[in-house]
């Protein structure tokens, strides 16, 4: 079965919660060793479908296998950003699926007028920022030695994409 792409719905939210947590705790792609508590997580994608942030999941079958959000920042001067976050399980990476989530999410914050969206990765996750400049994304700059992951410090790239041609 083909893995599809849709927006996410609360029904999808334990599939959701498990990706995160699998791939939280492989402690090298996210800023956490852990998926947050069950019913913040939840509390967190109830908030992005009401408020209208994008989020969106990789089903195989039922089962979500991945995710993109992207979430609006909240000061009036800065609604026009947006931050990026995705994951994908192990089992399923090189497929092109985080390409195909990375490009839908991406579709949709241009329809839903983001100007800016920024991202921070682990500069030890080389296909992740291929990926992000393959879809337009730059390097902004460098966060040296921002996290210590099992005593080894890693620094972390500051990326973004933004929309020239209306003024972001």
């Not at 498990?18 to 109830?46: K, M």
């Not at 992000?132 to 040296?144: A, N, V």
Request: hydrophobic share 40%.
């Amino acid at each position: 079965m083909a893995v599809e792409i849709k927006p996410i719905a609360m029904q999808y939210f334990d599939g959701f919660y498990r990706a995160l947590d699998i791939v939280a705790r492989e402690r090298r792609f996210l800023s956490s060793d852990q998926a947050p508590p069950y019913e913040s997580a939840a509390n967190f994608v109830a908030g992005n479908i009401k408020t209208g942030n994008l989020q969106f999941v990789a089903l195989d079958g039922s089962s979500v296998v991945g995710w993109c959000d992207i979430c609006r920042q909240g000061n009036t001067f800065f609604r026009h950003c947006g931050t990026l976050g995705m994951g994908i399980l192990p089992e399923y990476r090189g497929q092109g699926i985080g390409g195909r989530l990375l490009a839908t999410t991406l579709q949709a914050a241009r329809t839903s007028r983001f100007h800016r969206v920024q991202l921070e990765v682990f500069a030890t996750n080389r296909e992740a920022m291929a990926l992000y400049r393959k879809h337009g994304f730059i390097l902004e700059g460098t966060r040296k030695m921002a996290a210590l992951i099992d005593g080894q410090g890693i620094d972390i790239h500051l990326m973004a994409i933004t929309d020239q041609a209306e003024g972001g």
